[in-house]
């Protein structure tokens, strides 16, 4: 489980700088319980245009298990309490994807839209963290490097030679300008955090 949290942050940090691959659409656990869904502000989740009616309706899916999860409260009791990196920014400008918050016992090979390993929250001036994306990520000790890249909503993830991991984002509770599987969001930062860390890609 030490190597699996290893792994987890590597990808967390440098997931998107390499090449492509692909994963498991089906989701195997049940959704957490009903919960007032915050939704996001300014209509943040409107991220999908030009998606498919199947996409779509995965990302349905992922918006609805994880609605609970915008209280961090509730994300660190089902299990997304390991921070794996510090509020990470694009040097370059690029944007930035915030604290990565993991659940190593997702790291299991696959990816399932309802089980994304990684939760993504951005520091907001009043201390609280606001939750704008998720991430998957598959180690390479479960899918080589060599074999076909696997795929998830029809996107293949990003390769991580650095740390031996697969990484794909979601950005479905902060629009991203960049495209909702893009790797950084030039909308997130963090100003008001002193824990960050900058990453060129």
Not at 49 to 68: E, F, H, M, N, W
Not at 85 to 90: G, I, L, S, W
Not at 112 to 135: F, Q
Not at 188 to 194: A, G, H, K
């Amino acid at each position: 489980m030490r190597r699996a949290a290893h792994l987890l942050a590597g990808v967390a940090l440098l997931a998107g700088c390499g090449e492509p691959v692909a994963t498991d659409a089906t989701a195997r656990i049940q959704p957490p319980p009903p919960a007032a869904n915050r939704g996001s502000e300014s209509g943040d989740d409107g991220n999908d245009d030009g998606i498919g009616a199947s996409v779509r309706k995965d990302l349905a899916t992922l918006r609805r298990v994880t609605a609970p999860f915008h209280e961090f409260k509730n994300a660190r009791d089902a299990g997304w309490g390991t921070q794996i990196t510090p509020c990470m920014v694009d040097p370059g400008g690029a944007g930035g994807m915030g604290f990565h918050y993991g659940n190593t016992k997702l790291i299991d090979g696959t990816a399932r839209v309802a089980e994304p390993e990684l939760l993504l929250y951005e520091p907001e001036e009043n201390g609280r963290l606001r939750l704008v994306a998720v991430e998957y990520i598959i180690p390479y000790t479960f899918h080589s490097r060599a074999a076909a890249p696997p795929e998830l909503f029809g996107q293949k993830f990003s390769q991580n030679d650095v740390f031996q991991l697969w990484g794909l984002h979601a950005w479905v509770w902060k629009k991203n300008p960049s495209g909702i599987f893009a790797n950084w969001n030039p909308r997130v930062n963090c100003d008001e955090t002193s824990q960050r860390m900058t990453m060129a890609h």
